[in-house]
């Protein structure tokens, strides 16, 4: 299957970044086409909630920046990952940007499931995350949640870390 990972690290070496290589090293070992983005080096812009994409044109987003390279990848998936450290208790807003930029494609019809990966500092940080994950992307969307992973502090990193993300990739 196709599986687009959406990372909302500005560290390309960091502790997200370990996590999304360790899955995505998994998934491609399984035979799975893997698609990664970067969307705190790309040029995504927030929602501007003008709904050209509900009345003027279906499905199509005024801001010709760098979601457009997005768009059709997510449509044509199967999965998609949604990877992010922790800030302030939620998702990134490098992360979040490019979520509320999916309003224009709205429900993606080819994602059958999903998965989230986060990466913090404190353990039990999770709570926001997770509720906006569950109700955002996986009720909405109607998509099966594949799995939610977490790592923080000394477990950032680690061996036994890069084994489950890896392990998950390869499951699928
Ligand atoms: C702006 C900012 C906000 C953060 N907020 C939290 C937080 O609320 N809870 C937490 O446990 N860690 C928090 N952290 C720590 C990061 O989540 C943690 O260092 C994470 O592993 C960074 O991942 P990265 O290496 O991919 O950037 C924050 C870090 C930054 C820079």
Redesign the pocket.
Known sequence: MKITILMG???LN????FLVNAFAQGAKDAGHEVVQFNTAHMNIRGCLGCDYCRDKEKGVCVQKDDMQKVYPEILSSDMVVFAS?????TLSAQLQAAIHRTYSIDIPQNVKQTALIM????RF?YGPAITQYYQSIVEYWKVRNAGIFTS?GDD?KSEQKYKELYEFGKSL
């Open positions: 690290s500005p560290h960091g502790s997200t970044a450290p922790i800030y302030y208790f990466s913090s500092g404190d940080v923080a950032n």
